[in-house]
């Protein structure tokens, strides 16, 4: 082979590696997007943050994350409600309660556990 055959070649082979690197790249970028978007959990931290601070800190409830059982969130959230007036539908706090009682990652990372 000739110099620059060989030079050629190795060329070629580093487009088709560089291809193969972009697409991979870009797969992993496309399904992290997809995840983010369809991620069930996303927004709790959200609800939490615009409907639990009006009377106290997040500390409160974090103190308590993972430590309830789903019942004891759900006795929690109804007290909160219809005793403390906090504002929350009914499918907001069943969704409040699936992110509280196998925490949601996003609440893990704000309440630093
Ligand atoms: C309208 C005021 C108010 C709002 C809004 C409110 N809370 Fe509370 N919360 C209280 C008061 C008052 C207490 C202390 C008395 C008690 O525990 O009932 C408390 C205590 C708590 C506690 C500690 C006691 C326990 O049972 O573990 C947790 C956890 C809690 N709140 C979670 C929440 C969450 C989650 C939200 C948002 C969905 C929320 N609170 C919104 C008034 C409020």
Redesign the pocket.
């Known amino acids: 082979m000739k110099y620059d055959e060989i030079t050629n070649s190795f060329f070629k082979r580093r487009k088709t590696e560089m291809r193969v690197a972009a697409f991979l790249v870009g797969l992993f970028f496309f399904t992290g997007s997809a995840f983010a978007e369809t991620d069930p959990m996303s927004g709790c931290l959200e609800l939490?943050q615009n409907?639990?601070q009006?009377?106290?800190s997040l500390s409160?409830?974090c103190q308590?994350v993972g430590e309830?059982s789903k019942r004891r969130w759900a006795a929690?959230?109804k007290?909160?409600v219809k005793?403390?007036?906090?504002d929350?539908s009914g499918a907001e706090q069943d969704f409040?309660l699936n992110c509280?009682a196998i925490p949601a990652p996003a609440i893990k990372e704000e309440c630093g556990k």
Request: with cysteine.
């Open positions: 939490l409907r639990c009006r009377c106290h409160r409830v308590k309830k929690t959230l007290r909160m005793r403390r007036g906090a929350l409040l509280l």
